[in-house]
């Protein structure tokens, strides 16, 4: 894999074997040479924020609340790298005393998040490294000819305009010249 270390060769884990820790309790250990040392790697203030962060974005337009881990079912990369970059630009214009959209804990709260999006379609796409393919993430729904959907309505006000949304009127397809939005109608209101 790109930019990924080998594991350590056999004679590397002999070695490592050898070494051991004693504490003054009397109580050993092998050593922490060479592990992935999380604790240091990160940071309960980052974290926790991040947390904040992630749990505040998980409403949905609809009002409903989205798992936690939703972004796992995968995301295009392609979508990944546009929002990275608006959270970027949001950063560096703080970074110049500039008002931005959302403020500097957000905006790097953004890009931790679409990193790790990118970084986790990479990982576990490792053949496709550097395409968006996400039709091969196996999470992912694509509608086939058997799938059905119960119909619904969802009509949205805003100040200018009323939008209705109808299900019913919607086509599955996994070919996207084939999308339409005949399941749109939208009302000027006064």
């Not at 004679?11 to 490592?16: A, D, L, P, V, W």
Request: charged share 30%; net charge positive; proline share 7%.
């Amino acid at each position: 894999m790109r930019g990924r270390r080998p594991p350590p060769s056999p004679k590397i884990k002999e070695k490592k074997m050898n070494k051991i820790r004693k504490f003054k309790t009397g109580a050993t250990r092998d050593t922490d040479e060479n592990k992935l040392d999380y604790e240091g790697f990160l940071s309960p203030l980052v974290l926790e924020r991040y947390a904040e962060y992630m749990h505040e974005n998980r409403i949905q337009p609809d009002g409903k609340l989205r798992s936690s881990d939703n972004w796992q079912k995968g995301i295009p990369k392609d979508a990944y790298i546009k929002s990275l970059f608006r959270h970027f630009m949001d950063l560096w214009k703080e970074h110049r005393g500039l008002p931005s959209r959302e403020g500097i804990e957000d905006a790097l709260c953004g890009i931790i998040f679409n990193s790790m999006g990118y970084l986790y379609e990479e990982l576990r796409n490792p053949k496709n490294q550097g395409k968006d393919d996400i039709a091969s993430c196996p999470s992912i729904f694509t509608p086939d000819e058997s799938t059905t959907f119960s119909p619904y309505t969802t009509t949205i006000d805003s100040p200018h305009s009323t939008t209705t949304y109808d299900s019913s009127k919607f086509t599955t397809t996994n070919d996207p010249s084939k999308f339409t939005t005949t399941n749109i109608s939208n009302e000027k209101t006064n």
